[in-house]
């Protein structure tokens, strides 16, 4: 047999940059990203086939200290299901986070490659070799890979890092399938990240996005959309942005679907 589908993992503290890096590696975006943490709430499946490999790619919810009870099972598995681990760092910040997830991967003895993340941000490169070897001797892990995931550096080169590290096996999903995510999420998904990209303060993590209806034609798709808060005073915020957040969705949504779209929101408060 000559081909080759791996699971892919991408773990690591919320705001590393996993899912900006799963969309860098898939060529179009699939997971949603932002400033703010805790931006990916689900896991989300990414596939690339190129002729007879096959990876799939696992988006995590990021770990962080706070709600590390409420998001862990998620990691959890991804780890313990996965034939390889990328675990994506920022820079030179190593949290606690960084340090279950670490213990976390080791136990489960599996092949880890490191990501150092946003090294576009790092002006004097040569200072990443003291931490370089730091980590080779703290963790010891297959392999460790300096990246953009923003700018596009080092991609090609962590792509080869994982073929190498994927089992012979036939081909999970059909070659056409890029993504789990229907079209449905990934709208309402694009909404949510407009809207938590205008938002400060800790309103993020409260706001869900649904969608009503949509309907879809050859030339134009209608939507009809919900974003639920929990509380009047958090309505009152978003009505103030949200014709500003319906203008600039749509045009974010007409980037990816390639046809016209008729884009209405509504901001209602979450029934107790
Ligand atoms: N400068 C720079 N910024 C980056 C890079 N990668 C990601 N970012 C930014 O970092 C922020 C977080 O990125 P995400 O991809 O949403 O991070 P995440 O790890 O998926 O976060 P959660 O979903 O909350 O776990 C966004 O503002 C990205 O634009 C990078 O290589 N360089
Ligand atoms: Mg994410």
């Known amino acids: 047999m000559n081909n080759i589908c791996g699971l892919v993992s991408l773990v690591g503290r919320s705001n590393v940059g996993k899912s900006t890096l799963i969309n860098r590696i898939l060529g179009h975006k699939i997971s949603i990203t932002s400033k703010h943490r805790l931006t990916t709430r689900k896991q989300i499946i990414g596939v690339k086939t190129t002729g007879n490999i096959q990876i799939i790619y696992l988006d995590t919810p990021g770990i962080i200290k706070k ?25 030179m910040y190593w949290y606690f986070e960084e340090q279950i997830l670490f213990k976390h991967i080791k136990k489960n003895n599996i092949s880890i490659i490191l990501v150092i993340n946003k090294i576009d941000w790092i ?39 994982i073929i190498s590290h ?3 096996n036939n081909h999970y999903f059909p070659a056409k399938l890029k993504t789990d ?6 709208i309402a998904e694009l909404i949510r990240e407009n809207l938590i990209n205008k938002l400060h303060s800790e309103l993020p993590y409260l706001v869900d996005v649904t969608l009503e209806k949509i309907i879809n034609t050859n030339q134009t798709i209608d939507i009809n959309a ?15 942005i949200v014709k500003k957040i319906c203008i600039e ?9 390639h046809k016209n779209i008729r884009l209405k929101i509504w901001v209602k408060v979450k029934k107790h």
Do not use: M
Not at 181 to 186: E, S, T, V, W, Y
Not at 226 to 240: D, M, P
């Open 249 to 257: 969705s749509r045009i974010a949504i007409e980037n990816i679907f």
């Open 226 to 240: 919900l974003i639920i808060v929990e509380r009047n005073s958090q309505k009152h915020i978003l009505l103030g």
């Open 166 to 168: 994927l089992p012979k």
């Open 67 to 91: 709600d590390y009870k409420k998001y862990n099972q998620i990691w959890i598995n991804a780890i313990k299901n996965a034939d390889c681990v990328i675990f994506v760092i920022d820079r």
């Open 181 to 186: 995510q229907n079209k449905r999420i990934l």
């Open 123 to 161: 002006k004097n490169k040569t200072s990443l070799l003291p931490w370089l070897t730091k980590l080779y001797n703290k963790l010891q892990c297959a392999k460790i890979i300096p990246i953009s995931a923003k700018v596009g550096i080092g991609i090609k080169e962590l792509e080869s890092i």
